[in-house]
Each structure stands twice: as structure tokens, then as C-alpha cells.
């Protein structure tokens, strides 16, 4: 067998070159990719489509579950099973058809062997459809609650599972072999996911039952005179802007500034803890700006004013940014790149939120009348998270499974390039020196500055129609 | 320029890029959700309109009960696909074509009964028995308000018109709306929205007169504004456009923009001030949230004693019996408001009134007449009044 351990993975030892010159490729890209969703959609999602998913937890939990598949096989066990030589010399096109039919399978076994099988039937009850519904919840509510709460493992394995290879770099069990490594980390990633499912969402989950389910979770949350609600949507919001800043770290900010960090160790601490810090300023801003856009949010009222949906959609606006954030990466060569890597990092953070706040607007005026949802933008059941990972799942195919087909292909990297990717782990080409102090400090006043004026000038915002 | 002054400027420049997204994430993590940030918070400033004043308002259930069993509502939206489910589409009375679950729609089930209607109801329900799902759930929502003005005089208003043709048939008989429509007693039909339990059985109200004023939000569908002609309407309905419509002095129409379950968009609620009591506010669903109606009424309409007195209606929290946190916070943070009277049903659900009672709100109870199934709260033929 060859070597399909050899220490760089397989999406590190692949270079992607274009096609074709000029923006051909990227537009070739994006209308198979666009066609593939809405096709898919359609299939799968779609309230007037084929099959319906779209319920919506059922479709929300198979989206969220789907991209972890992509992320454990292609991130975490570096595609193991499948040989190193299958996917060099396999066409793109059954690669991806092949790898991605795996990951369901996968994704099928887990969802209901795992989760409704073992957990709903000797665990924890809420995990099992059958049960809820023998129990006397309807059959369609029984469904829609068990599926709620497998999603949200989902939720936070998007954070933790990339974030141990990104951050933690595959760390104590980088030298394992594969499946070894791989199997590991999953397995470790999957225990923390399950504390941290315990501590943020079961509460959530015991208050769907009457009455509150107190002598198995702590009822009324510890979080809710914090967040403002009992609802788990708070704990929604700063994981799912771990998981964006996770994405954004790796890609954009070719995982600056943590890796100027030169010990091991230290580096993969502060990296780990820093998405979270990162995240967690994200978070917070995210639900400040609704505040202030759109009036005082009010506790008890049902849609876009309530703390619960507020809290939500800081998970959802950051969603429409790593969008940007993997468009801009995948298919925008991470454009710029001629700059310095703080510079290019400052050029595409903003580039990339453009981005994604142009998809954010565009979802909120036209989704309706393409994806068969309803217009307006807080319907009680209805997720733009939903759409937004089905479309970054789509990316993800195309860009891990397929070699970027048909706009790139892959190429083994020179020694010259693999070198490239040490210097993304440990960087040595920003150094500490006066005139780096320096800007640092005019760069952290300038910073605080826009930050102050984004926030003064937003209540005016909030009165444009357009947005609201 | 030295080599020196280079590096320089170019670990300068380094630096700001750095020092930039680092200030900007500082501010929002050290500054956005302190107390301090929100001081800077325009405080709500209120605008209250002066909109009159009645003297009572009563109200009668002529139907609460929106359908009879929960289990098939929830089946059939279950096997159509789930709540974002166009409801033209479902397969559901009077638009059943035959075909099945989701795979209903308007042209096709009203081409079966449209010439019965509005006069020959039984035969178009027999009809639609044949080709829509479980034929015998629908029941619907329907309310009668009597609104007492400052000088004696009563005006009578119909609130909604139900689904299911026979029973809204039966139902409109045994609270006598049928003779009221059809002496012009009721001065007008108020559609919340546009929603199956609440609109569908307009031909029923068609039926005993074609003629009276019909208010509907201006976010109807346009199967929803064709059912109106093919129900045998010969008026022409007010959109309404506006936040707020005088109905008459001291009952005001306050409309919501919000994207509802089953393809539906907007509500319109009624507000009345009660003079020497306070507000009373009257809705079908609330789908918009009766905070957000309260939070609206606070901030915009100007009533007796500046105090909420009472609720009746539809308050959307558990209208399968479902639950979600969100509810909590609802059922918590309804007490700041210190209704008096809170007769609440239909879509409020059970388990809501139930909460509701375990803190100590003044929830009215029903009498569990004609199907209602259970005295939680206020059921059909019960009456309050504010």
C-alpha cells in the first residue's frame, strides 16, 4: 500500500491549479455549484420539492451532521479509508460521488444506530422519535425534538472536531498513524462535544417537557439571566462563532496571529483558546448590533425582537459570513496575496465580510421566491443556517472531495510548497520590532475607533427597510 | 531610503493590519454587552394616539376549536412536508383535489365546489368529505365582539370565520350570527389572517351576507384573495396597509408584518380601550406574539389608567401542544404586563393555560361546552367581558 500517512494529508499535499486562465474557472465553479443546490434543494430540502426534509429540524440535523462527515473524513482521518492512490488517480467526479455517498452511509449509521438507536433507546429518551411519540407527543413533534437535539451535536462538533486539527494540531497524537490518529480525535473530540452538549444544551432540551425536567438538568438554566431567555439559542451563538472563526483562522488568516507562537505547546493552547476569544467578541457584537439596529430586544415576544431569536441569528449572521469567508478562500485563489500575511489577512477579513453581508442581504430578499420559504426575516420555523451549510457543504465536496472539478486540479506541491505549509504552522516572517509596536498600538486605536463609529451609526442603519 | 526604513514602515503597516482587527475585536468583546453599551440605547419614547375610548367590549367564542384532534393536524402537515409547507397544498378541506397529502391545491379543490358556494354549504363540504384529508378535524375560530360605546349604542363585529363549513355552519346557528349577518347587526368581517382555521370558512359567513365590510391584511396570498370572489364576496375588502386602522372610537386595528407557519403572511389584532379600565386586546392567533402586541400597544396607543386590563383570544404558544424554551420566557414575562383578565384560547394551548395558572395569572375558565375539551380556559359558547 502506499504511504497515505507520510505526514502531510492529503489536502496539504495537493496543490490546485486552474484550468483555464482568468475568472473561467470561478465561474465555471459556481454554476455547477449553484446548480448542484438548488438541484439538491430541491431533492432533499425544498417545502414544495420531493422529499421535504426541510420540516425544518429534520433537514437542519442532516446539513449540520453532513458537514461533520466532510470534516472527520477529509480533516480528521485524512480520508482513510480510501488509499492515497485511489485519490490521486481517481476522476474528480466519482471521487466526489463516491466519497460523498460514504460520508452519508456514515452520517446514517450514526444519526440512527448512535443517536436514536443506543442513546434514544437506552439513554436519554428525547433522543428517540418512537419514544417521544409513544410517550403521547405527536409523531411529527417527537421527530422534530429528537432531531433538534442530534443536531445539536452536530453544532458543537462543527466547532471542536476542526478545531483540534486547525488549533490543537491533531495534538497529543500528531505521529499516529491512521486510523489511529484519526479515530482518536474523533473519539476525544466526541467526548468534549458530549460535556459540552450537557452543559449548554440539555437544559434547553429538559424545558421542551412538562414539567421541566429538573431532576436530570438544571431547570431554570444557569444562563438565563445572562442571556435573557431560558432558551439554548445563547449557547447557538458563540458556537457557531467558534466554528466560523475555526474556518476563517485556517483559511483567510492562514491561522495568523497564533502561529507566530513558536512553542508547541503554547501555540496550540493560545490558538484553541483564542478562536474561542475571537468568537466570543464576535458573539457579543453580533447581538449588540441587532439591539441597536433594530430597538431593545424584549423577552417573551415570539420573532425578530425576542433575546432567543436574537441570539440565534449571531449564529446565523456569522454562517452568511464564513460563506464569504470559503468563498473568497476556495474560489477567490484567498485573494489578496501579494502583501504582507497581516496585511492580506486585514485586506480579506474585510473582503470576505462584504461578501458575506451581500449573500445576507440577498437571502433575506429573493430566498423566498427560489428555496420555497417564507418571506420576512424571523419565521418561527425557519433557519437561513439551514440553506447557508447546504451551499458550504456543496463547496466542500467540490474543493476536498473533487480537487475543485472542473475549474482546478491537483497537482503533487514541490518541496518548495510543503515548506509553505510549515510556515502556515510556525510563522517566522513577522517578527517583534519598534515600527511593529508601534503600528500595533495606532492599529489597535484605529480599530476601536471604526468599532465605535460601526456601533454610532448603526441605529440609523436599523430604520433601512432593505435590511429589516 | 535605507533598507532600515523599510523594514520599518513595512512591520509599521504590519502592525496597524494586526492592531486593527485586534482593537475592532476588542471593542466588540470588552464593550458590546455591558451595561455601559446599553446605556447608550435611546430609551423607548412613547407616542400614544388617542383613539377614543368604549365603554365595554364582549366577546363570545362562537369556535375555538380549530380542529378536533391534534394528532391528525399534525400527521397530515408531518407527511406534506412540515410547517413551511404551503397550506393551499396539504390536501385539506375546502381545497382537497383527491390526490392526496401535499399534493392539494386551490385551483383544483375549489373547481369542485365553487359554483355551491356560498348558498348549497352542506353540498360543497360533502364534496370536499370525499377528496381532502381527514374531513372531519376541521372545526375553526370564530369570535363575536360586542363593543358598548361611551352613548349606550352596540355595535357588533365578527372576528374571523372558521374553517370547516358544517361545523361553522352549526356553529353560527347556535350562537345566532346567522340571523345577525343577515340583518346587517354585524357591521363587519375582521380576517386576522390568512391561515386555514381563520379564513376558510368564509363561504359560512358568505352564506347569510355576501355584502358586508371585510377587513383583510394586505399580505394575503393570491389564492387568498381569489377564495374572497369564489366565496361569492361582493364587496370589495380594505387591505389594510397601515400599523394602525380606526375601526371606530376607541377600537383600533393594529396590523403585524410577519412571516406565519403554512405560507402565510401578517396578522391584524384589535386594541380597544375600555374606558375607566384600560386596554383590552383581542386576537385571532397573535402569531406576531402578544408581547410584541402589548410592547406595540405600550409605545403607540394611549388608553384608560396607562394599564393593560385584558386579553382574549388566540396568544400562538402551544397550538399542537408542542413546547420550546422560547415559550417559558413568554409565559414568564407576560406577568410584568398585570392583566386582570386573561382569556385566552384556541392556539394558546393547554399546556400554556395550564402555566399560565401555576403563576398566578387571572386566566378565565370555560365551561368544555360543544367540543370544547376542556375547561382550561374559555371554550365555545363561553363569553367574557371587559
Redesign the interface.
Known amino acids: 500500500m502506499e504511504a497515505d500517512n507520510r505526514g502531510v494529508s492529503y489536502l496539504e499535499s495537493r496543490k490546485l491549479v486552474k484550468r483555464w486562465d482568468g475568472p473561467w474557472p470561478a465561474v465555471a465553479n459556481f454554476l455547477m455549484i449553484f446548480a448542484i443546490f438548488y438541484v439538491t434543494w430541491w431533492i432533499f430540502q425544498d417545502p414544495r420539492g420531493i422529499m421535504r426534509m426541510y420540516t425544518p429540524y429534520v433537514g437542519y440535523m442532516i446539513c449540520r451532521w453532513l458537514l461533520i462527515m466532510f470534516i472527520w473524513l477529509a480533516y480528521i482521518l485524512d480520508f482513510w479509508p480510501f488509499k492515497r492512490s485511489w485519490l490521486n488517480k481517481t476522476h474528480p467526479v466519482v471521487k466526489g460521488a463516491i466519497l460523498t455517498a460514504a460520508c452519508v452511509l456514515v452520517m446514517e449509521l450514526l444519526i440512527e444506530g448512535f443517536f436514536k438507536g443506543i442513546l434514544g433507546q437506552y439513554g436519554i429518551a428525547y433522543f428517540s422519535p418512537s419514544r417521544l411519540h409513544a410517550m403521547g407527543l405527536t409523531e411529527f413533534y417527537a421527530e422534530e425534538y429528537a432531531t433538534e437535539a442530534i443536531m445539536m451535536f452536530a453544532a458543537i462538533a462543527s466547532w471542536l472536531a476542526p478545531s483540534w486539527v486547525v488549533a490543537c494540531e491533531n495534538a497529543p497524537w500528531q505521529k499516529l498513524d491512521q486510523p489511529a490518529r484519526g479515530i482518536t480525535i474523533i473519539v476525544v473530540t466526541f467526548f468534549i462535544g458530549t460535556i459540552v452538549y450537557f452543559v449548554t444544551m440539555h437544559s434547553h432540551m429538559a424545558i421542551l417537557f412538562y414539567p421541566w425536567q429538573q431532576y436530570t438538568a438544571i431547570t431554570p438554566p444557569y444562563w438565563e439571566k445572562f442571556a435573557n431567555t431560558v432558551s439554548g439559542n445563547f449557547h447557538i451563538a458563540w458556537i457557531m462563532c467558534c466554528t466560523v472563526t475555526v474556518w476563517v483562522y485556517e483559511s483567510i488568516w492562514q491561522r495568523y496571529p497564533f502561529n507566530l507562537i513558536k512553542t508547541d505547546w503554547l501555540r496550540r493552547t493560545t490558538a484553541f483558546f483564542g478562536i474561542i476569544a475571537v468568537a466570543l467578541c464576535m458573539c457579543f457584537f453580533l447581538f449588540y448590533v441587532q439591539d441597536l439596529a433594530w430597538g431593545l430586544n424584549i423577552r417573551g415576544t415570539r420573532r425578530d425582537m425576542a433575546p432567543d431569536w436574537r441570539w440565534l441569528h449571531v449564529g446565523e449572521s456569522a454562517i452568511f459570513w464564513l460563506v464569504g469567508v470559503l468563498a473568497l478562500s476556495f474560489y477567490g485563489g484567498n485573494w489578496p496575496n501579494k502583501f504582507s500575511r497581516p496585511v492580506n489577512v486585514f485586506l480579506r477579513t474585510l473582503l470576505s465580510m462584504a461578501i458575506g453581508a451581500a449573500v445576507y442581504f440577498l437571502y433575506y430578499r429573493y430566498a423566498h421566491l427560489i428555496l420555497g420559504t417564507q418571506k420576512g426575516l424571523s419565521h418561527p420555523q425557519q433557519f437561513p443556517m439551514i440553506p447557508m451549510i447546504w451551499l458550504i457543504n456543496i463547496f466542500l465536496v467540490n474543493m476536498w472531495f473533487m480537487d475543485g472539478w472542473p475549474g482546478w486540479k491537483a497537482v503533487p506541491k514541490t518541496s518548495a510548497e510543503l515548506e509553505e505549509v510549515e510556515e502556515t504552522i510556525v510563522a517566522h516572517d513577522v517578527t517583534w520590532t519598534p515600527g511593529l509596536a508601534k503600528g500595533l498600538a495606532v492599529g489597535a486605536v484605529a480599530g476601536a475607533v471604526v468599532y465605535f463609529g460601526v456601533i454610532s451609526i448603526l441605529p440609523w442603519l436599523g430604520h433601512i427597510q432593505m435590511i429589516r | 531610503m535605507t533598507d532600515d526604513t523599510t523594514?520599518?514602515?513595512?512591520?509599521?503597516?504590519?502592525?496597524?493590519?494586526?492592531?486593527?482587527?485586534?482593537?475592532?475585536?476588542?471593542?466588540?468583546?470588552l464593550?458590546?454587552?455591558t451595561g455601559s453599551?446599553?446605556d447608550?440605547?435611546?430609551k423607548?419614547t412613547r407616542q400614544q394616539q388617542d383613539f377614543g375610548a368604549v365603554r365595554s367590549v364582549k366577546v363570545t367564542a362562537i369556535s375555538e376549536t380549530s380542529w378536533f384532534n391534534?394528532?391528525h393536524l399534525?400527521?397530515d402537515?408531518?407527511k406534506?412536508?412540515?410547517?413551511?409547507?404551503?397550506q393551499y397544498?396539504i390536501g385539506w378541506g375546502p381545497f382537497g383535489n383527491g390526490k392526496g397529502v401535499?399534493k392539494g391545491s386551490y385551483e383544483e379543490g375549489v373547481a369542485n365546489i365553487k359554483k355551491m358556494l356560498p348558498n348549497d354549504l352542506e353540498e360543497a363540504w360533502a364534496v370536499q368529505e370525499k377528496l381532502s384529508l381527514h374531513p372531519d378535524n376541521p372545526g375553526g375560530f370564530s369570535t363575536l365582539i360586542e363593543v358598548e360605546d361611551l352613548d349606550g349604542s352596540k355595535h357588533k363585529y365578527l372576528l374571523d370565520t372558521g374553517w370547516s363549513y358544517k361545523w361553522m355552519d352549526q356553529s353560527f346557528k347556535r350562537e345566532g350570527i346567522d340571523q345577525m349577518l343577515r340583518s346587517g347587526e354585524i357591521e363587519a368581517l375582521i380576517l386576522t389572517h390568512e391561515h386555514f382555521d381563520h379564513y376558510w370558512g368564509l363561504p359560512a359567513t358568505m352564506k347569510y351576507n355576501n355584502k358586508l365590510p371585510m377587513y383583510i391584511h394586505n399580505g394575503f396570498y393570491k389564492e387568498g384573495l381569489q377564495y374572497i370572489k369564489d366565496s361569492g364576496y361582493k364587496g370589495e375588502p380594505v387591505k389594510v396597509d397601515k400599523e394602525m386602522t380606526v375601526i371606530r372610537p376607541g377600537m383600533m386595528l393594529v396590523k403585524f408584518?410577519?412571516?406565519?407557519?403554512c405560507?402565510v403572511?401578517g396578522e391584524t389584532s384589535l386594541a380597544f380601550n375600555v374606558k375607566d379600565k384600560g386596554l383590552v386586546l383581542v386576537s385571532g392567533c397573535n402569531?406576531?406574539?402578544i408581547?410584541?402586541m402589548t410592547?406595540t400597544a405600550f409605545q403607540k396607543l394611549k388608553y384608560d389608567n396607562d394599564r393593560f386590563y385584558g386579553i382574549y383570544g388566540g396568544l400562538?404558544i402551544s397550538p399542537?401542544?408542542?413546547?420550546?424554551?422560547?415559550y417559558?420566557?413568554?409565559?414568564?414575562?407576560?406577568g410584568k404586563w398585570k392583566f386582570e383578565k386573561v382569556g385566552c384560547n384556541h392556539c394558546t394551548g393547554h399546556?400554556t393555560a395550564?402555566?399560565f395558572v401555576e403563576r398566578g395569572y387571572p386566566v378565565v375558565r370555560g365551561t368544555a361546552r360543544f367540543r370544547t375539551s376542556s375547561p382550561d380556559y374559555l371554550g365555545n359558547g363561553d363569553t367574557l367581558t371587559f
Open positions: 523594514t520599518s514602515r513595512r512591520d509599521f503597516v504590519k502592525g496597524v493590519a494586526t492592531g486593527a482587527i485586534g482593537g475592532a475585536l476588542a471593542g466588540m468583546g464593550y458590546s454587552y453599551a446599553y447608550r440605547l435611546a423607548v391534534n394528532a399534525m400527521e402537515i408531518k406534506a412536508g412540515g410547517l413551511l409547507v404551503d397544498t401535499g408584518d410577519v412571516p406565519i407557519i405560507r403572511f402569531h406576531q406574539g408581547l410584541q410592547s400562538h399542537f401542544e408542542d413546547w420550546d424554551p422560547k417559558d420566557d413568554l409565559v414568564i414575562s407576560l399546556l395550564k402555566k
